[in-house]
Structures are given as structure tokens and as C-alpha cells.
């Protein structure tokens, strides 16, 4: 099975600044089947990015994806208030199973 | 618009069946663009994924489970409700979790995410 570390645990970030997150694979993921996911308080997960770098129906342009391989990255380029929330990556390449990362909290600094 | 509506029973004694249905407005469980999910989060956070459904135009239905749960968990589909059912027995408090049902896009034949979720139904195992 693969094992989905991510990095770092809580970014505590400032409003504007950028945000990078990382979502690193035990084994190279297939063509790069990715897909990050936001998560608010009391509210299911919303689907962010897939195929590593493609963005979702209706997500702002500000969020990106990119990497490849074992290493891959969610970039947020200027954070809104709103943005401050726990992110998940997940994995849908290389085993029937669609694992996730044990999440990054991105808090307001 | 899809929509997915959680029901089942908050509480559960240990050593019974958890059962969580998800009712499917504006697609169909037997879609052939669609594969139909459950995910848990526990009490500190992370997201396990448990298994999935899905019909295929060959006329068969495939169900296919993680390993951490394989051998407790079913999950149905019923194309008369259009609804689809998680089922894990011989539940302990550490199956204490928030369960989500969720739709995997289809699209030419390749995966695009989990891009709808039901509420998410929260369910306590205790005696």
C-alpha cells in the first residue's frame, strides 16, 4: 500500500502570503493521480485539484498543483481568509485503493 | 446538481452492524461514469478510505474493500431507490467516526477526484 506523508503538520500563515504544501508518496504515483482536497470545520471535504494539477469545477486560480513522481506540491498564491482550512492529498494511481494523507492545517499566523 | 443525503443511526453497540445509506439525487448509482464510495474520519482527524461500488456496461456491479476493514464492511447498491449502503459488523469504539459517502467522477474512462460528498453522518459505537 502506499503511504501519503504530508508536510508540514499546521502552516501558520498570514492573509496574502503564499502557502506551499507537500504530499510526498512511499512509491511513485502513475501518471500522477493526485488529488487535493480542502477541508472546513463541520463540513465534508471539497475536491481542490486533480491529476495532480488539474483544478476542480469552480476553484479559484489561486490554488495550483504540480510535482510528479514520489513529490508533489499544492501551491496557494496569495491566501484569503477563507483559505484557512485543512488540506488532504490522496492518491488514485496505483492501488484499487484511494488512500489520503494525514492532512496539513493551515492556520492563520 | 448531485446531491447525497446520509441517513442511519447515531449510536451502535459494540460487537453490532453499522449501516449508513446514501441517496442519490441528480445521477444514478448505476452510472457507468461514477464509482460510489465511503470514507471515514476519525475523532483526530484523518480520512480513511473504506470501499466503493460501481456497474460497468458489461452488466456487473464490483465492490472492492480496504484491507483494514476487509472481511466486516459490505456495501450495497440499490438501483430501486437509487441509494447506495455502508455496512460494518462487529464494530468496537475505535469505528467511532464521521462516515461520508462520495461520488468518483468518471470521465473517458479516468478518475477525477471526489467532487461530491453527503453531509457526513457521525456515528458512536458504545454500549
Known amino acids: 500500500e502506499i503511504v501519503l506523508t504530508q508536510s508540514p503538520v499546521t502552516l501558520s500563515l498570514s492573509p496574502g502570503e503564499r502557502a506551499t504544501l507537500s504530499c510526498r508518496a512511499s512509491?511513485?504515483?502513475?501518471?500522477?493521480?493526485i488529488a487535493w482536497y480542502q477541508q472546513k470545520p463541520g463540513q465534508a471535504p471539497r475536491l481542490l485539484i486533480h491529476a495532480a494539477s488539474t483544478r476542480a469545477t469552480g476553484v479559484p486560480d489561486r490554488f495550483s498543483g504540480s510535482g510528479s513522481g514520489t513529490d508533489f506540491t499544492l501551491t496557494i498564491s496569495r491566501l484569503e481568509p477563507e483559505d484557512f482550512a485543512v488540506y488532504f492529498c490522496?492518491?488514485?494511481?496505483?492501488?484499487?485503493?484511494?488512500?489520503f494523507g494525514q492532512g496539513t492545517k493551515l492556520e492563520i499566523k | 446538481q448531485v446531491q447525497l443525503q446520509q441517513s442511519g443511526p447515531g449510536l451502535v453497540k459494540p460487537s453490532q452492524t453499522l449501516s449508513v445509506t446514501c441517496a442519490i439525487s441528480?445521477?444514478?448509482?448505476?452510472?457507468?461514469?461514477?464509482?460510489w464510495n465511503w470514507v471515514r474520519q476519525s475523532p483526530s482527524g484523518g480520512l480513511e478510505y473504506l470501499g466503493r461500488?460501481?456497474?460497468?456496461?458489461?452488466?456487473?456491479?464490483?465492490?472492492e474493500y480496504a484491507l483494514s476493514v476487509k472481511g466486516r464492511i459490505t456495501i450495497s447498491a440499490d438501483t430501486s431507490k437509487n441509494q447506495f449502503s455502508l455496512h460494518l459488523n462487529s464494530v468496537t469504539p475505535e469505528d467511532t467516526a464521521v462516515y461520508f459517502c462520495t461520488r468518483g467522477d468518471i470521465y473517458r474512462g479516468v478518475f477525477r477526484g471526489f467532487d461530491f460528498w453527503g453531509q457526513g453522518s457521525l456515528v458512536t459505537v458504545s454500549s
Open positions: 441528480g445521477d444514478s448509482v448505476s452510472s457507468i461514469s461514477a464509482v
Open positions: 512509491q511513485g504515483i502513475n501518471a500522477g493521480y
Open positions: 461500488t460501481y456497474y460497468r456496461s458489461s452488466s456487473k456491479w464490483y465492490y
Open positions: 490522496q492518491q488514485y494511481g496505483n492501488s484499487p485503493m484511494y488512500n
